[in-house]
């Protein structure tokens, strides 16, 4: 495994800066295209887990020991992710969370995971993703091959920009197999829409030529052919180059300035530089407003970093580090953003989502929340930061000092709760989908087909306390009035109303934006009945905004330690196999005669609404045919999920999750009636959840 920057690159020590160049470009800067104008981010996709189908196997990138699970003693990050929105996790050796939560973990190969990411870059207005590609000569290249085209999947399905950037540290033979696996490989993925253009040659990055340490050894000659070979194949080249390259000092070696002058854009490295608003303000005036003179005496395009901060050091400081670094970039006249990074956990400068509070993250692994600091974030905040620097960098925001978005004060109020989510519609008209109200751009718009009523629905992926829905259209359209009821669910197909038919007036003169507040309402799915449109034969929304409490119900397993019962089992494998929070002990019923059942007694009557059924993560693929009934008392049960066929997948680590609509329950049973492997019923897990 490659070292990490962070490692391979300690802060350099400051001094006086050159004197700035002169400011008169030798060529104009490129127009906006898709890194020019556009806020980009490092995405590293290199999370795997056993059972998720990784060629490389193991527990990539979470462990030091690949083939040992993560733990407080076996690990690589610093940063804990927030899982909620993800379909597959996997349990890890972790402590449970400080909720009393599972400690379990994504993988990047799963392809729910990278859609999720795109969607949330959809949502909060990243428009490109540079995929790292580290030397895929070793055993890593099957598994950064797929995710290629796991990424450029994704990219496609959310409209996203995305290219491949080349880490070429500790890449013996870089020169000749760069050519060959551009060649090869990744050429072809140029082909597709998604793949970035700017000034109309598809977008390739090079990092690491120049960086004095071991692992970037290569010599000027041999850099500047690698960069003139890929324009060569007709692309636009970006340089991941040292932060004091035009210097050649501290982490840039001497000699390299030709190489770094062919590049059509220049990238410096700036993560673990500096860990407060004084040193951004340094390199601005030291660093980056001399990088930026040069690159316009040179005609090439400049997109520095901008940093969100080493959560695991303390310097985010609720927003202001990463804030500060944004509005230093666009004052800069920068042509660009570069986000380090999206997903780099392992680093602990990740904006993706992440763990809002200690009851997020393994109880004493002294891993830090986004509140480390006294100031609750909640798990989107640095997307949504990212959200108004794209903004400010577009011009569509004034430049300004101070954030536009403030951090969420406490838990219970948060942003957009639909924002990014899974969205289905009565009918869509041509490309007016669905997915556009939830995609954070008010320009764009759902509309249905054929003659009303109309429904759209949003899945909030947990459920929810809300109190507020907000609806937009396009703030050009002439003013309309829309008759929309908004209803509410637990399981996306049984609805109660939440706020009745009435006329809602979208005007101009206010922005084409309506308010809808409910009483507290808790639901997981919220769905906008529209009967009427006086503007349109057809119901439309450019966005469905929903408001309320960010934290969903407390998600601690009620079923964790407590008492079991069964219809029987076979040697050891007793029902309290499935409650011991193992997933590799497990409950076997008597063989060869179904249906077999097994129950666990809450204690108490309590609400629940979601079931985690589970095998050991590395048996073979299995369907069982199951059924989940409930009971106040243990002896008159009701139906909370009829018998269906439940799929048990290695590679989404033999688990499966079942809804119902809500319901008071103190004894719940699963009922086994056929197994496609083994002629009993088997289960590891049986996790029962509020919702």
């Known amino acids: 495994m490659p070292l990490t920057r962070r490692t391979l690159l300690s802060a350099a020590a400051l001094s006086p800066a050159a004197a700035l160049l002169s400011q008169t470009a030798a060529g104009a800067a490129s127009p906006p295209g898709d890194v020019v104008g556009k806020i980009s981010v490092g995405y590293q996709g290199w999370f795997a887990c056993p059972g998720d189908g990784a060629p490389i196997g193991g527990w990539w990138h979470w462990s030091r020991d690949r083939f040992q699970p993560p733990s407080t003693g076996n690990t690589t990050i610093v940063s804990w992710p927030d899982v909620r929105d993800y379909t597959h996790t996997y349990p890890t050796a972790y402590p449970n969370l400080g909720d009393g939560r599972p400690a379990a973990l994504f993988s990047s190969y799963d ?41 450029r999947a994704a990219a496609e399905a959310t409209g996203r920009k995305f290219y491949i950037m080349y880490d070429v540290s500790g890449w013996a033979n870089m020169q000749s197999e760069l050519k060959a696996d551009w060649t090869a490989k990744m050429s072809a993925h140029t082909a597709s829409a998604a793949y970035a253009r700017q000034n109309g040659k598809p977008v390739v990055c090079v990092w690491g030529f120049g960086f004095a340490d071991e692992n970037h050894t290569f010599p000027p000659a041999a850099c500047l052919d690698v960069v003139n070979w890929l324009k060569a194949q007709g692309c636009y080249v970006i340089g991941g180059v040292p932060t004091y390259w035009r210097e ?82 666009v004052r800069l006249g920068a042509q660009g953003l570069y986000v380090s990074m999206f997903d780099e956990y392992n680093e602990g400068n990740q904006i993706a989502k992440t763990a809002e509070t200690a009851a997020s993250v393994p109880a004493g692994s002294g891993i830090r929340a986004l509140d480390e600091d006294g100031t609750f974030c909640s798990a989107d905040y640095y997307l949504r930061l990212t959200t108004d620097g794209g903004r400010m960098l577009k011009g569509q925001l004034a430049l300004t000092a101070t954030r536009p978005t403030p951090p969420t004060t406490t838990p219970t109020t948060g942003g957009d709760l639909a924002a990014g989510r899974a969205v289905s519609a009565s009918s869509v008209n041509g490309s007016y989908a669905a997915a556009n109200a939830v995609d954070g751009n008010a320009g764009s718009y759902w509309e249905s087909s054929g003659a009303l009523p109309q429904w759209l629905s949003v899945d909030l992926g947990a459920t929810r306390s809300v109190t507020r829905v907000v609806l937009r259209l396009p703030a050009g359209w002439e003013r309309r009035t829309q008759t929309i009821a908004v209803q509410a669910g637990g399981d996306g197909t049984t609805w109660t109303t939440a706020a009745g038919n009435a006329g809602i007036v979208f005007d101009p003169a206010t922005g084409n934006t309506a308010t809808i507040t409910l009483s507290a309402t808790s639901a997981r799915f919220l769905r906008l009945s529209f009967a009427a449109n006086s503007g349109w034969p057809a119901a439309q ?48 019923s008597a063989n060869n005669a179904f249906p077999q059942w097994v129950q666990v007694d809450l204690g108490t009557a309590a609400p629940v609404g979601r079931f985690v059924l589970r095998l050991p993560p590395a048996w073979g693929a299995r369907t069982q045919t199951l059924a989940i009934t409930g009971s106040t008392n243990g002896s008159a049960f009701t139906t909370l999920a009829g018998a269906a066929a439940r799929t048990f997948d290695p590679a989404a680590g033999n688990v499966v999750t079942v809804t119902c609509t809500p319901t008071q329950a103190r004894y719940l049973r699963v009922t086994a009636t056929a197994n496609s492997a083994w002629p009993a019923a088997q289960l590891s897990g049986l996790e029962v959840y509020p919702g």
């Open 111 to 151: 392809q729910q995971t990278v859609d999720t990411h795109f969607g949330w870059m959809r949502a909060y207005g990243v428009d490109t993703a540079a995929l790292q590609r580290f030397n895929p000569v070793g055993d890593e290249g099957p598994t950064r091959d797929a995710m290629a085209q796991k990424v």
């Open 248 to 329: 050649g000092r501290n982490d840039s070696r001497a000699g390299y300035l030709d190489v770094y002058h062919a590049f059509d854009m220049i990238s410096p490295w700036m993560v673990g530089r500096t860990g407060d608003l004084d040193g951004l303000d340094w390199f601005y005036t030291n660093v980056n407003t001399p990088d930026q003179a040069d690159c316009n005496a040179h005609g090439i395009d400049y997109q520095p970093c901008a940093l969100p901060g080493d959560l695991s050091a303390g310097h985010r400081r609720h927003g202001d580090f990463y804030w500060r670094s944004l509005y230093n970039m």
């Open 541 to 588: 929304l450019g966005q469905f905004e929903v408001y309320g409490d960010s934290t969903p119900p407390p998600s601690t397993d009620l079923a964790r330690g407590r008492s079991t019962t069964a219809s029987g089992y076979v040697q050891n494998y007793a029902p309290g196999n499935t409650v011991d929070g193992d997933a590799d002990t497990y409950w076997e």
